[in-house]
């Protein structure tokens, strides 16, 4: 059958049209293809404690301050600052030449209403900010913070790691709402966001910020010179994991973010596949709904403590033995500054289904029905929530596992009533003080989900952040975790750590639990 | 009335059907539609072959054109012969050229015998271009004038019609056009009238006795209506369950049947001159049913039915015989045929 | 007399009808027995489950992750330690569940709305708009929207899934309902004087059996497949509930360490829809050849 | 051509009862965007406030008629997320759904059809009973089933194709086929199967009707007999088969979309549905259902094409 006229000519024309096309494209250095751990759908990291949305604000806005590898604050956009002797008033000046991307200067002012934003909604922010007396800006580089009562971390709140991480913004967009997204993405940070190019679910591009200035020192963690090398970055959003991974190590993407934990072996047996995983690690969170009988008894909470065996929580969610932290006690991290062991003893002894049962019986449980919320993605979260329905059951509890996707758990969770138990995880940076740690919180109402209710726990945090001196803290901190093990906010279901994977095409990647693209090369 | 002949010299004839046998294959049983039948068609003679439906007659119809469907029609022997060539072992292509050509068709309901979604022009020009190698234009207005001859008003115009948009009787003339295009020698017409009322029956039936004297083509009327046999045709063909029980002149057959069968058909005709003294007369019957055709024939296959039955004739199956010394074309299956020509026969 | 040709014919037909009707029926319509042995093994699967079934299915030992299939664990185990055999034997459980009962849903609702739609002029408006509207919004996407947004079960699954069926069945029963209201033999009921109603049990449903025992099967057979759909884009039958469209969806991202989680399910899947579709091929034709041939 | 008008009036109701079903479906609902975009550690109160500057507190049938009030002005409303117009949303991802289905259903078209009618002509022969057993096999197995075997077969082992991937065609012809293969075949193979079915049946009951009796009695060719005068008569159905093939390649695209990580309007439904954006929801289902509806328009007219009897 002779092929219809018409086809055949359309594609002669569009050969033609494809061989010119090709020409103009600009033939970009190098460009970086990352698969990204989600869909970047909130261009406001202040409004949205989402880690995406984070590791979006760290490509295009700066931070005052940035921990480096050792956890040592150390300054970013400040040059040098300056404190009292009785630690009240602290006076900051911005390093000079430090431009917005749209080429305005960066001032004293931005840098101020910035901070107000994030202390608005920023979990430690609002610690800081309600021992805050006065911030304003002296002069076009400089601006003040006169503290009203005692406030230990300071530098470490204003250069914080994760999630609501102090972003700076221009003052003109740090005056929205925090509860309302930003409407323009303009920051001072190493690279600039292509909004034409953006595809929602899609594909995210940024470029190198021309106007960027690094300091000198090398990059050591999130502090130092952060030098771009690279002239464009692409976050290619691949849904299905079976394609993402068959696609990254077909060599068509550089970067995979979040490979899912049972990967993790094949990729290591591939020679030019690098993996690089933060070496705090991360936190399970098996949260209970303090509000829901019987988890309003402190016992039965307890009793969580003899369901969980660490090790069975991350086998289930796939981790390998390499990227399991054996049983780890500590509410703040093994591992971190603040790491410590008081109030475990009791339940040093592990899973005990029968400790579990009798604790609940104490507790007054008489077998009403338990609902865990069990979503199918993502995998961590998921595979948790079937052990702990698996422990409840044979623990003799009548237990309901309703399935529902993420959204919809989010949703859930927000209500007072309906749930007894769901898990999350979080990065170490959000976990390890107790400034940051929001499941630490027992401020009832004000929590989040599943809203812990103690005096005794917030006047101990309260005391934490107002120490200034680290032995003291320390002391401070074993008095919170006994608190934390009566009160159980949450209980930890185990430390893991989630690498990064990277083509051995690309050097210089850094290791600090942030997708950071600057210092990378690719060959 | 009968038209008068056209010189009917004995010369060989146009088709000749002989011992035909055709059985059906199905795992329910071997249906034997045709068994046994012969008859021959002179040059622009119109026979009729009449018979209850179920009988065999279209089947032997459609066999001279080949058009029973494969795995379950099996010829199982005999020939048939066009101009004398043998037409069961001719190759489908050598078949291809004579259908529509010398040898056409037309059926028994116009409703759905053309294709509705072609023009009435595209379907006659269609055969016209295949057969005589016509242009398109030249095919056009040769199927013009075949409406035109057919009857139909103003041809050229309703050539790019559609099928819906033609009557019943005016499509059954669009399908005798269609079929006499290229001037057949034979036209085989299966039941033509019977699913049109009886003013357009009468119209269709004098067409083709036209078309026959203008044209010269021989005609195969199939048909189970003895009044329009009566009327047009020259020779007749009665046909029972499969196989030929009589053959005769129209006239002879009608002025005196000889096969039982043939008597009770004619017997069960109402008549009109009947209505003077009706007295509420029963219309004559047949009894009984048509037999089934899955086993083979053992005596007669209407002996069950026949009121003047035999011994003989449920044992052994009834030769064709002439009737009479002066009616040598009159044949008829059945022992007792003599005793009937001389009106012997209750 | 008959030719040898015939004669010959005769005695292997002979032989033929010699054999039980069961097997002549068998040789009649192959499709049909064909479909129906596959569905019945399948269905003897799912019923017998809990005593061929080596493991619970919902019992998780996390030690014994992706293994391949060995003595203990006859198909090898999934991401959290499940014997893949047990499970797929389970899944047949859901899986036909989902099938049929969407099927059996989307008839009953269809057959009612179809024939109300059919005859009464008003209602037919109204409806066939409706009809239009839901059939307007992609199946799927009606079907993902309603599973996230409502508690996710078994029951909420088949309701998903069979909402955008039934506006295609009410299409055909509402057009085989206005061909039928014109037969003669519904008229000759009214004329004797039956209610509308019973006319409409008597007469006009029967006669709608033919074609939608077959759509009904073919409905039965996509459920299965568009079950796994939605396990796919994350909004199936709850996790802990084995069905072949959540182990299959569950698999995806490890089916380069274990491909059987996927393969196992997807072959039981393929041979019931299979048996699902021989059935319905097969019905079409032994039914109603003509009618049913329409779809 | 009033038929016309009555058609595209008639279209009118049709989004209507789209619009509302889509609105009432979402908010009905437990779950909205407020919660998603107050993150993990948001507390009820800032949740409260979210809800609040996105107006979800105002009464249902306010949002209603602000959001219709909107349409009719042609702005579809923004992403409650990414704060892009849903237009241009939608204007992004619209290349790649269109190309795949256009090509998905010509690939199917272009196989199934020739297989359809030679499997009428021959049928009950081997070839009849293979091109049957084919395509109920075909039915058999989910897209993404398919999707993986091939890219598994396909790319990773022969290297020939992508993984996955969406190059549009500004970007050159071959990238482009090359993206576009796989991801065609596997969403073919369900069409192919199931036009290629249609097809035979219909082909079959039309080869049984008279007028083909008569074309064989003109002496035709079997060739001529099938191409002009059954194929034209088994148009109707084959084309209503394709056009109802359309509308289920519309939902059927998604799989694939997520399969072969294409940026189409079907992966960007989900995404939006699983987050509860509803105006970038409501935008597409609209858009999709006014697809539908002209897709439909266009299938009926096309009958009047193919069938004189049929006459608007």
Known sequence: ?523 | MTTPYPDQSPAAPILEVEDLRIAFVSRDGIVRAVDGVSWQLQPAEMLGIVGESGCGKSVSAMSVLKLLPGPPAMYSSGSIRFRGEELLTASEVRMRQLRGNAISMIFQDPMTSLNPVLTIGEQIAEVLILHQKLSKRAAWKRAGEMLDLVGIPEPNQRLRDYPHQFSGGMRQRAMISLALACNPAVLIADEPTTALDVTIQAQIMELLARLRREMGTAIVLITHDLGVVAECCDRVVVMYAGSKVEEATVDTLFARPCHPYTRGLLAAMPGLDMAADAGHRRLAEIPGMVPSLKQAAIGCRFAPRCAAAQECCHVTIPELVVVAREAPDHLAACFRACEAFRGELA | MDTPMIALLEQRLERLRKQPRAIRFAARNPVLVAGAFLLLGMLALAVFAPWIASHDPTEMNVVERLKPPSAEFLLGTDALGRDIFSRTLYGARVSLLVGVSVAMFSALIGIFVGTVAGFSRLADKLIMRVMDGMMAIPGILLAVALMTLIHASVATVVIAIALPEIPRVVRLVRSLVLTIREQPYIQAAQATGTRLPLVLIRHVIPNLMTPLIVQASFIWASAMIFEAYLSFLGAGTPPEVPSWGNMMAEGRSVVQLAFGIILYPGIALGLTVLAVNLVGDGLRDLLDPRIARKL | MNYLLKRLLAVIPVLAVVAVIVFLLLHLAPGDPAVIIGGDTASAEDIERIRETLGLNRPLPEQFFHWVGQILQGNLGTSVFTGMPVAEMIMQRVEPTLWISALTMLFAVVFAVPMGIVAAWKAGTWFDRAISGLAVAAFSLPVFVIGYGLVYGFSTRLGWFPVQGFKSLSDGFVPFIRHLALPVISGGLIYMALLARMTRSTMLEVLGEDYIRTARAKGLSKRRLLLRHALKNAAVPIVTTIGLGIAMLLSGVIVTESVFAIPGIGRLTVDSILRRDYPVIQGIVLVTATAYVVINLVTDLLYGLFDPRIRY
């Open chain 1, 1 to 523: 059958m002779r092929m219809p006229t018409l086809f055949r000519n359309s594609i002669l024309t569009v050969c033609l049209l494809s061989g010119t096309v090709l020409v103009s494209q600009p033939a970009f250095a190098a460009t970086i293809h990352m698969i990204p751990q989600g869909d970047l759908k909130i261009l406001d990291p202040i409004q949205n404690p989402g880690y995406i949305t984070r590791n979006h604000g760290y490509m295009i806005y700066d931070t005052l301050f940035a921990q480096n590898a050792a956890g040592v604050v150390k300054p970013q956009m400040v040059d040098g600052w300056t404190v009292s002797a009785d630690k009240k008033s602290w006076s900051f000046k911005l390093r000079d030449g430090l431009k917005w991307s749209d080429g305005s200067p960066v001032t004293a002012a931005d840098c101020v209403a910035s901070l107000k934003r994030w202390g608005a909604k920023d979990v430690s922010g609002r610690l800081l900010f309600a021992a805050i007396g006065d911030i304003k800006a002296v002069d076009a580089s400089n601006f003040s913070i006169t503290l009203k009562a005692p406030f230990g971390p300071v530098l470490e709140m204003l250069g914080k790691p994760s999630s609501n991480v102090p972003f700076m913004m221009p003052e003109r967009i740090a005056a929205t709402d925090p509860n309302e997204q930003i409407k323009e993405t303009i920051g001072s940070g190493p690279f600039v966001f292509k909004r034409d190019e953006w595809v929602p679910g899609n594909k995210v591009v940024y470029i190198k910020n021309p106007l960027y200035v690094p300091r000198k020192e090398p990059s050591d963690g999130l502090a130092g010179g952060k030098v771009v090398k690279v002239d464009r970055v692409e976050w290619n959003y691949i849904p299905d994991q079976n394609t993402a991974l068959t696609a990254f190590r077909n060599g068509e993407m550089d970067i995979y973010e979040l490979p899912p934990a049972d990967f993790i072996p094949t990729l290591t047996t591939d020679a030019n596949i690098k993996l690089a995983a933060d070496p705090l690690g991360n936190q399970g969170w098996l949260r209970p709904n303090h509000l829901a009988a019987p988890f309003d008894n402190p016992k039965a909470r307890q009793a969580l403590y003899f369901l969980v065996n660490q090790g069975e929580y991350l086998a289930a969610a796939g981790f390998p033995e390499a990227y399991r932290h054996k049983t780890c006690m500590a509410y703040f991290m093994c591992g971190s500054l603040n790491e410590s062991s008081s109030g475990a003893a009791p339940y040093a002894g592990g899973k005990d289904l029968e400790k579990a049962k009798k604790l609940l019986q104490e507790a007054g449980y008489k077998g009403e029905k338990i609902v865990v919320l069990t979503p199918s993605e993502p995998p961590v979260q998921a595979a948790a929530a079937m052990v702990t329905v698996q422990n409840l059951k044979k623990a003799g509890v009548n237990v309901e596992a309703q399935a529902m996707d993420w959204s919809t758990l989010l949703a859930r969770r927000s209500k007072k009533d309906g749930w007894h138990i769901f898990h999350t995880f979080s990065v170490g940076a959000d976990v390890f003080s107790p400034a940051v740690n929001a499941y630490a919180q027992a401020n009832c109402d004000k929590a989040p989900s599943g809203w812990p209710c103690d005096t005794k726990l917030e006047e101990l945090r309260a005391a934490w952040v107002a120490e200034s001196d680290t032995t003291k803290r320390k002391a401070i901190t074993d008095d919170l975790q006994k608190r934390m093990y009566e009160v159980v906010p949450y209980v930890n279901f185990g430390q893991f750590f989630q690498p990064m994977a990277y083509r051995n095409t690309l050097s210089g990647v850094l290791n600090v639990g942030v997708p950071v693209m600057w210092n990378i090369e690719k060959k």
